[in-house]
């Protein structure tokens, strides 16, 4: 079984600040891992993935994650928000294996960018 | 614009009643998947089909089921409706099974 965990429900953030969204799993088997991003009444759009290779990834609109093995986590950044980044924000994994494909997401944290 | 297309965009029911959701993947992926997102379970992954063929199953209740067409789009069957099924319906499509790829989803309002 995998289980995908989001630390933080809720982030508020002022326009131009910084932002870490963090998110840890678990799972008996190796994964690839996500961050999708969902704006208001929309569907999911994913922001970057990692499957192999260098640990930081970089992804669309500023965004960049890092995954750490030892940690368990893949936590997103982002150096400078704008107000646009208002969304809520999906970390997934999908264990690596033959035979179905399913994403495990975590809870979600809603980010919420202020003036 | 993922390429994934779900119809209809909104769908307002009584209970007890069936309804059919339909998506149609992107161009040349086999695989789709659909996902049920309500505000108390979140995002929960219900069933996949690879190239009309049952791949995998999540939590997916006795009520619902679903079928993948020769021509890959797939529809998702909910029936004996309750008020908690209500909730968005996601559909997925992937060529690898490395990126999903999104539609703009189906409300469903059961009243």
């Known amino acids: 079984a995998q289980s995908v965990t989001q630390l933080d429900s809720q982030v508020p953030v002022f326009e131009e600040a910084p932002v870490e969204l963090r998110c840890n799993y678990s799972?008996?088997?190796?994964?690839?891992l996500f961050w999708y991003v969902q704006y208001p009444n929309q569907g999911l759009q994913l922001l970057l993935k990692?499957?192999?290779?260098?640990?930081l990834v970089k992804g669309i609109n500023g965004f960049e994650a890092e995954f750490n093995k030892s940690q368990t986590s893949f936590h997103l950044r982002k150096p400078s928000v704008h107000i646009s980044d208002t969304a809520e924000y999906f970390c997934?994994?999908?264990?690596?294996?033959?035979?179905?494909?399913?994403?495990?997401f975590g809870g979600g944290t809603r980010v919420l960018v202020k003036p | 614009d993922s390429g994934v297309t779900q119809t209809p965009k909104h769908l307002i029911t009584a209970t007890g009643q069936r309804v059919t959701l339909r998506c149609s993947p992107r161009?040349?992926?086999?695989?789709v998947y659909w996902y049920q997102q309500s505000l108390d379970q979140g995002l929960q992954f219900l069933i996949q089909?690879?190239?009309?063929?049952?791949?995998a199953k999540g939590n997916i209740l006795e009520r619902f089921s679903a079928q993948q067409f020769p021509d890959l789009h797939s529809e998702l069957n909910l029936s004996s409706l309750e008020l908690g099924d209500s909730a968005l319906y996601f559909c997925?499509?992937?060529?690898?099974?490395?990126?999903?790829?999104f539609g703009p989803g189906t409300r469903l309002t059961v009243l």
């Open positions: 997925a499509s992937s060529v690898a099974p490395n990126e999903q790829f």
């Open positions: 799972s008996s088997v190796s994964v690839y």
């Open positions: 990692y499957l192999s290779g260098s640990t």
């Open positions: 997934a994994v999908n264990q690596i294996k033959a035979a179905g494909n399913k994403l495990t």
């Open positions: 161009s040349g992926d086999l695989s």
């Open positions: 089909y690879y190239n009309g063929e049952e791949r």
